[in-house]
C-alpha cells in the first residue's frame, strides 16, 4: 500500500474489497490514502449515487484490475462516522417493512416468486429487491407499484437458490457458517464426479448444502485428489502382481498412504502402501506411466518456479 499524509493525488490509489449487505463485494479504489483496515466503515462513490460498505482487505493492482468489471473505478470517499452508522441502521429498519409491502403486491399480482432481501443504496437513490422463481416473472406492474410507494428508482433481481443462501447466510452441514456467506467471491461448478474422486458417499442429502446443491466445498481440494488417484490403483480393480498374487483394490486412504486389497486366492484382507503397489505389481511400467508423467511435469514446475 502507498503511504502519504493528506490528499496527494500523484500516488498510485490504494485498492480495496468493500462488503455490503448480503455478503455481496465488489472492488474500489482510495485516492486519500487513509490507510483503511479490515472492518472499517466508508461511504463510496457508486455507478450512480453514494453508498456505504465495509472494507474486507487491502488487495494489489492486478488484482483489481483483473476482477473489477466497471468502465470506470469505483471510489472510496471518506471512513463512515456515527450519524452515517445511525442512517444505515434505519435504512435496514426500512428494508423490513419494504419486504412487507412488496409481499402484499405480490400476493394481489398473483405472481410465483419468493422474496429474499431488500437493499436501499445509502443516499436512497435505488432500491433493489431480490427474489427467487422457478421461471422468469414478468413483474412490471409490480415496479410500477413499488415505484409508486417509494419514490426511488426500483430494481427487481432473480437470483439463483446458491445465491439466496448467499445472502442470507446459515450454517452449513459441517457446523459452520456457509462459505458462500464468508469468503467466497464466485461459485465454481460441482458435479458428483468430485466427490467420488474424494471417496465420498454419493448421497444428495450428504453432499448437499442448505442451497440443495452441491457443495462448494467440494471444489476446494478436487485438484488435489485429482494428483493423488494418480499415484494410487483404482478402487475395484484387481492387479496382477510380479510374485503371482492377485490383489482386489478394496479402498485406498490418500492421507495415511495405504491400500487395503484382498488377496484374490485365499480372500486374505491387508494393508501396503503405495510405493510397495508400484514396486510389486506386474508390468508396472504401464501403470506407472502417469504417475511419472505427473511428477515429472510437477518437478519441471517447481524448477521454473526456482529459477
Known sequence: MNKSNGNNTGLEPDYYIVYFKGFRADYYIDRNHLGLKRGEWVILQSEKGRDIGQILSGIRREVFEKNSTHK??????RRAEKSDLE?????????KEVLSTCQEYIDFRGLDMKLVDAEYQFDGSKLTIYFTADERVDFRELVKD?????????????????????????IGPCGHPTCCSR??????????????????????????????RLMCCLAFEAEHYQEFQKRFPTVGETYQMEDGRKLFVKSVDYFRDKILVKDVDN???????SAEFRRNVKGRKDFLKKWLSSKSGSNNQGKLQNG
Open 146 to 170: 413499488l415505484a409508486a410507494t417509494y419514490r426511488t428508482r426500483i430494481e427487481l433481481r432473480q437470483i439463483g437458490v446458491r445465491d439466496e443462501v448467499k445472502r442470507i447466510g446459515g
Open 87 to 95: 442512517h444505515l441502521e434505519r435504512l435496514h429498519r426500512k428494508e
Open 183 to 212: 469468503f467466497l467471491q464466485k461459485f465454481e461448478p460441482i458435479s458428483t464426479q468430485m466427490a467420488r474422486e474424494q471417496n465420498l458417499v454419493v448421497n444428495p442429502s450428504k453432499i448437499s448444502g442448505l442451497c440443495e
Open 267 to 273: 480372500d486374505d484382507f491387508y494393508t501396503i502402501s
Open 72 to 77: 470506470y473505478p469505483l471510489e472510496i470517499l
